[in-house]
């Protein structure tokens, strides 16, 4: 099993700053996908940024040019930097790791608690 603890969410003003952070520990494999969605209210959840244990990113249009997504391989931590915040940036923000036990099984999907991000305008 693999646990995942998010850290960093508050209230920010917009064009504020904040940095997420997660925990990860447990049966981690070297080989995985770390990466944050969010939830707003009402709303399903979306995919913010993502980023593999070989350095790749990938990022929702909404947030390119504003959060940068980075992680220690060594410390299996995610972080999520997240500057010029916008009133809906509002959202819950679950951190994620997905790995395969073999290349070809099926993908384990893990996620966090949830950290609250509330930007006001």
């Known amino acids: 099993q693999v646990q995942l603890v998010e850290s960093g969410g508050g209230l920010v003003q917009a064009g504020g700053s904040l940095r997420l952070s997660c925990a990860a520990s447990g049966s981690i494999f070297s080989i995985n996908t770390m990466g944050w969605y969010r939830q707003a209210p009402g709303k399903q959840r979306e995919l913010v940024a993502t980023?593999?244990?070989?350095?790749?990113?990938n990022y929702a249009d909404s947030v390119k040019g504003r959060f940068t997504i980075s992680r220690d391989n060594a410390k299996n931590m995610v972080y999520l930097q997240m500057n010029s915040l916008k009133p809906e940036d509002t959202a819950v923000y679950y951190c994620?790791?997905?790995?395969?036990?073999?290349?070809?099984?099926?993908?384990?999907?893990?996620w966090g608690q949830g950290t609250q991000v509330t930007v006001s305008s």
């Open positions: 980023t593999t244990s070989g350095g790749n990113t």
């Open positions: 994620v790791l997905v790995q395969r036990r073999t290349l070809v099984a099926l993908p384990q999907n893990y």
